[in-house]
């Protein structure tokens, strides 16, 4: 019960996503499917800014269209303070498609001028506290000054569009004239990937029609274009408001929702749950119905109706499961914390938190769920003769279908076992993963952010700090899943292959302890800017992927990166893994490029006590930053951080796997007290003829162990190749040996053996006078 509460509270924070925005069965996103030139398709959340234009001039149906654009995502000066912030270019449409609401401002003009930006409450409270926020001015890193003009009020729901600003759309043609807008967004058809284009169509307007509107223009514009080097072609289509959170996994998608189909995994694995303890409710109180038959027998010799027993049992199923309803939610308040607590319920906005509407849902589930489990056992006994009651007692048989239990039994313990392998799988892999030798060093690292500032200004103070032996600097960390990556060619006739990069400067090799097999390092001389860039360093794996040739050879050759800067191999470092371990060897090439470092990797000394360094840096941070703390962490704990999403998972399936195996167990407890009720007249019988307690119990136990082999035979072959399938998602993974499924059989039969001796040794036991008497 506990569980369904859980999965019940899950499905209800998951549908709850944009249902206040006005008309939002007209409204839709325009999505993008790039076709791929080997085959296949990638689905984008995104579309080309032009796009949106095209639409509204061609096709009369479409009411309202406006664009979002996530480029402000940065560093903001305001209030005397420099704070992060999630920014999206918006048109002033956007409050006539969506249901936003501003406290302050005009929501018909606030987003008219060029350099105007609208705060969310939280924002302006964070960078205006307790004065007013209209009209003062904030400074976006790299774009200039903007003039706050409203301030949004707080959604009166959730939604999936998640920003901290709004800047004015009008802004973007000044911000690319100048330069500092990376491409030209408003004009760039091939920009598939950073505009969210939304459309509201007329009443009565056919989606159909829109889609083919889509079509032609697409078919116009991109006919005659130059695509990327992998695309053939795209192709628009339109995905309701109603069905993006949650919805499919797309690239570029808004909001953390939960996937749709973990969704659908989360309801069947409920279903699952509930039957499952539905039944084995109906087989112990058919199992204990000997005890109760002498009863039901008495009250209709009294003149009782079949209904009214049937009513009698019924409300007993509900009196249970309301029981189980009330520990079920003190367990639920137990576990809350701990789940809240979990890495991906932030990053998929997960909330488990009740309210006076979940109580009824949790109210009528326990009343339905109670009369489910009551239906069986009072449609079985209800209809039972008083004379076939108490006459015939020991030749009563109280399910017609007993193959049925047999089947659901070994389902149970099937489904108990395939957790338990899943279980396994997972906790060795992350275990392997964690263990794995990545070719790099991270002993006595840590990693300190730079936050915008310079790295020629805070290496010489951090360096001079006792206890850092070397300070190197990187654009993002190895070993996360932190990704970049540029077309690279040899020639310009060459077809462009995407590399992933990384900015890194001369000390990072050797910092991390990384092996050269041919060439050297960047000079001590390195450019500092992408134009005065020369060199690159670059994997064996690189050398092969592009005909290089030997390490050797390859020093000295040109490159060419993106569109037409040329870079000569200065060196070849040995293979190493540099993305977490679900990932093949890749290509490999180091940039030095100092405008892109964002992170200095410091090697404390060895000996060194940590926290007493850290304090040190901080203390110098502070007086070179101070209005920012120091954002540092060590470089095996980022390492780890890439991994908790499978120990989340690991967490969650442990729970499911204990679960089915009290549930499994409890039907197994149901099976066998039935057995031993239903034949202890048998055991009186045989004990008295000289049978021992241990041929008693191996008598009683022996189709229940057979169950148990079933069950092993059955999930076992399962096990295997779910746990294999699992595996095959890391190109760095355990082989799937007995080791992975021997403690999920192991536990599978103690458990089986513990529940079924509980009852048969207690039949081998008993007083044989007293089960003979009785009859």
Same mark, same amino acid.
């Given at each position: 019960?506990?569980?369904?509460?859980?999965?019940?509270?899950?499905?209800?924070?998951?549908y709850?996503?944009?249902?206040?925005?006005?008309?939002?069965?007209?409204?839709?996103?325009?999505?993008?499917?790039?076709?791929?030139?080997?085959?296949?398709?990638?689905?984008?959340?995104?579309?080309?800014?032009?796009?949106?234009?095209?639409?509204?001039?061609?096709?009369?149906?479409?009411?309202?269209?406006?664009?979002?654009?996530?480029r402000?995502?940065?560093e903001?000066?305001?209030?005397?303070?420099?704070?992060?912030?999630?920014?999206?270019?918006?048109?002033?449409?956007?409050?006539?498609?969506?249901?936003?609401?501003?406290?302050?401002?005009?929501a018909?003009?606030?987003?008219?001028?060029?350099?105007?930006?609208?705060?969310?409450?939280?924002?302006?409270?964070?960078?205006?506290?307790?004065?007013?926020?209209?009209? $003062?001015?904030?400074?976006?890193?790299?774009?200039?000054?903007?003039?706050?003009?409203?301030?949004l009020? $707080?959604?009166?729901?959730?939604?999936?569009?998640?920003?901290?600003?709004?800047?004015?759309?009008?802004?973007?043609?000044?911000?690319?004239?100048?330069?500092?807008?990376?491409?030209?967004?408003?004009?760039?058809?091939?920009d598939?990937?950073?505009?969210?284009?939304?459309?509201?169509l007329?009443?009565?307007?056919?989606?159909?029609?829109?889609?083919?509107?889509?079509?032609?223009?697409?078919?116009?514009?991109?006919?005659?274009?130059?695509?990327?080097?992998?695309?053939?072609?795209?192709?628009?289509?339109?995905?309701?408001?109603?069905?993006?959170?949650?919805?499919?996994?797309?690239?570029?998608?808004?909001?953390?929702?939960?996937?749709?189909?973990?969704?659908?995994?989360?309801?069947?694995?409920?279903?699952?749950?509930?039957?499952?303890a539905?039944?084995?409710?109906?087989?112990?109180?058919?199992?204990?119905?000997?005890?109760?038959?002498?009863?039901?027998?008495?009250?209709?010799?009294?003149?009782?109706s079949r209904?009214?027993?049937?009513?009698?049992?019924?409300?007993?199923?509900?009196?249970?499961?309301?029981?189980?309803?009330?520990?079920?939610?003190?367990?639920?308040?137990?576990?809350?914390?701990?789940?809240?607590?979990?890495?991906?319920?932030?990053?998929?906005?997960?909330?488990?938190?009740?309210?006076?509407?979940?109580?009824?849902?949790?109210?009528?589930?326990?009343?339905?769920?109670?009369?489910?489990?009551?239906?069986?056992?009072?449609?079985?006994?209800?209809?039972?003769?008083?004379?076939?009651?108490? %006459?015939?007692?020991?030749?009563?048989?109280?399910?017609?279908?007993?193959?049925?239990?047999?089947?659901?039994?070994?389902?149970?313990?099937?489904?108990?076992?395939?957790?338990?392998?899943?279980?396994?799988?997972?906790?060795?892999?992350?275990?392997?993963?964690?263990?794995?030798?990545?070719?790099?060093?991270?002993?006595q690292?840590?990693?300190?952010e730079?936050?915008g %500032?310079?790295?020629? $200004?805070?290496i010489?103070?951090?360096?001079?700090?006792?206890?850092?032996?070397?300070?190197?600097?990187v654009?993002?960390?190895?070993?996360?899943? %932190?990704?970049?990556?540029?077309?690279?060619?040899?020639?310009?006739?060459?077809?462009? %292959?995407?590399?992933?990069?990384?900015?890194?400067?001369?000390?990072?090799?050797?910092?991390?302890?990384?092996?050269?097999?041919?060439?050297?390092?960047?000079?001590?001389?390195?450019?500092d800017?992408?134009?005065?860039?020369?060199?690159?360093?670059?994997?064996e794996?690189?050398?092969?992927?592009?005909?290089?040739?030997?390490?050797?050879?390859?020093?000295?050759?040109?490159?060419?990166?993106?569109?037409?800067?040329?870079?000569?191999?200065?060196?070849?470092?040995?293979?190493f893994?540099?993305?977490?371990?679900?990932?093949?060897?890749?290509?490999?090439?180091?940039?030095?490029?100092?405008?892109?470092?964002?992170?200095?990797?410091?090697?404390?000394?060895?000996?060194?006590?940590?926290?007493?360094?850290?304090?040190?840096?901080?203390?110098?941070?502070?007086?070179?930053v101070?209005?920012?703390?120091?954002?540092?962490?060590?470089?095996?704990?980022?390492?780890?951080?890439?991994?908790?999403?499978?120990?989340?998972?690991?967490?969650?399936?442990?729970?499911?796997?204990?679960?089915?195996?009290?549930?499994?167990?409890?039907?197994?407890?149901?099976?066998?007290?039935?057995?031993?009720?239903?034949?202890?007249?048998?055991?009186?019988?045989?004990?008295?003829?000289?049978?021992?307690?241990r041929?008693?119990?191996?008598l009683?136990?022996?189709?229940?162990?057979?169950?148990?082999?079933?069950?092993?035979?059955?999930?076992?072959?399962?096990?295997?190749?779910?746990?294999?399938?699992?595996?095959?998602?890391?190109?760095?993974?355990?082989?799937?040996?007995?080791?992975?499924?021997?403690?999920?059989?192991?536990?599978?039969?103690?458990?089986?053996?513990?529940?079924?001796?509980?009852?048969?040794?207690?039949?081998?036991?008993?007083?044989?006078?007293?089960?003979?008497r009785?009859?």
């Open positions: 019960m506990s569980v369904c509460l859980f999965i019940l509270l899950l499905l209800r924070n998951a709850g996503y944009d249902q206040f925005h006005p008309e939002a069965d007209r409204v839709f996103r325009i999505n993008t499917e790039a076709l791929r030139k080997g085959g296949g398709g990638d689905p984008y959340a995104t579309s080309p800014w032009p796009m949106g234009a095209a639409l509204a001039a061609g096709f009369a149906q479409v009411e309202h269209i406006t664009r979002l654009a996530s402000v995502n940065g903001v000066t305001g209030g005397g303070k420099i704070l992060p912030v999630r920014g999206m270019f918006a048109e002033p449409s956007f409050f006539e498609v969506f249901g936003f609401s501003l406290t302050e401002g005009n018909a003009t606030v987003l008219n001028e060029p350099f105007s930006i609208v705060l969310s409450a939280e924002s302006a409270d964070r960078f205006f506290p307790r004065s007013e926020a209209v009209g $003062k001015t904030l400074k976006i890193n790299g774009f200039g000054e903007f003039q706050v003009t409203g301030i009020a $707080k959604p009166s729901g959730k939604t999936h569009l998640e920003f901290d600003a709004l800047v004015s759309a009008a802004s973007l043609p000044a911000l690319e004239k100048s330069g500092v807008l990376f491409g030209e967004l408003s004009t760039d058809w091939n598939i990937y950073g505009t969210y284009t939304y459309v509201r007329r009443p009565g307007a056919s989606r159909s029609q829109t889609e083919d509107a889509l079509a032609s223009i697409a078919k116009a514009e991109y006919e005659n274009r130059s695509l990327e080097s992998r695309d053939e072609g795209y192709r628009f289509y339109l995905q309701p408001l109603s069905a993006i959170t949650p919805g499919p996994i797309l690239s570029n998608n808004l909001g953390r929702g939960l996937p749709a189909l973990l969704l659908w995994a989360l309801k069947a694995l409920g279903g699952v749950i509930m039957l499952s539905c039944f084995n409710y109906t087989n112990l109180t058919l199992a204990r119905a000997l005890t109760r038959a002498r009863e039901i027998g008495v009250r209709k010799v009294m003149g009782a209904a009214q027993v049937a009513g009698q049992l019924l409300g007993e199923g509900v009196v249970t499961s309301l029981f189980a309803l009330g520990l079920g939610w003190l367990l639920l308040k137990l576990v809350q914390p701990g789940f809240n607590s979990l890495s991906f319920t932030e990053f998929l906005d997960v909330s488990v938190r009740e309210d006076r509407t979940t109580a009824l849902w949790f109210l009528g589930f326990a009343v339905a769920v109670g009369l489910l489990a009551g239906v069986l056992p009072a449609l079985a006994m209800s209809r039972l003769s008083p004379a076939s009651v108490l %006459q015939r007692l020991a030749n009563l048989r109280l399910l017609r279908h007993f193959g049925l239990r047999k089947v659901l039994l070994v389902s149970q313990f099937a489904v108990s076992l395939l957790f338990i392998v899943m279980v396994t799988a997972i906790s060795k892999q992350v275990g392997y993963m964690m263990r794995i030798d990545y070719g790099f060093s991270t002993s690292i840590l990693n300190v730079l936050q %500032q310079s790295a020629e $200004k805070i010489p103070l951090l360096s001079a700090v006792p206890g850092v032996e070397k300070i190197s600097a654009s993002h960390h190895l070993g996360t899943h %932190q990704d970049w990556s540029d077309d690279i060619r040899i020639s310009s006739t060459d077809e462009r %292959q995407p590399v992933r990069e990384y900015h890194v400067d001369r000390n990072f090799s050797e910092n991390l302890e990384l092996t050269f097999v041919a060439g050297e390092n960047f000079p001590a001389d390195a450019a800017s992408s134009e005065l860039e020369s060199f690159a360093l670059v994997n794996k690189f050398c092969e992927r592009f005909a290089l040739g030997t390490p050797a050879e390859a020093i000295g050759k040109q490159i060419i990166v993106g569109d037409s800067m040329r870079l000569s191999v200065r060196g070849v470092l040995k293979d893994i540099f993305r977490p371990a679900e990932n093949p060897l890749e290509p490999l090439l180091f940039r030095n490029n100092a405008s892109q470092w964002q992170w200095l990797n410091l090697k404390l000394t060895a000996g060194a006590d940590p926290m007493a360094t850290i304090t040190a840096l901080s203390r110098t941070w502070a007086g070179a101070p209005e920012r703390p120091i954002e540092s962490e060590f470089y095996d704990e980022t390492i780890r951080e890439t991994y908790a999403p499978f120990r989340d998972m690991l967490a969650i399936l442990s729970v499911f796997a204990l679960l089915g195996i009290v549930i499994a167990a409890l039907g197994l407890l149901g099976m066998a007290t039935y057995t031993v009720e239903t034949r202890m007249k048998e055991v009186g019988v045989r004990k008295v003829l000289g049978a021992s307690p041929d008693l119990v191996l009683l136990s022996r189709r229940f162990l057979v169950l148990l082999g079933v069950s092993v035979l059955i999930a076992a072959p399962l096990g295997w190749l779910l746990g294999g399938q699992f595996l095959q998602l890391f190109a760095y993974r355990i082989s799937m040996g007995i080791g992975v499924l021997l403690p999920g059989i192991l536990v599978l039969f103690g458990v089986g053996v513990l529940t079924i001796g509980s009852q048969t040794w207690r039949a081998a036991m008993a007083n044989p006078v007293k089960s003979l009785s009859e």
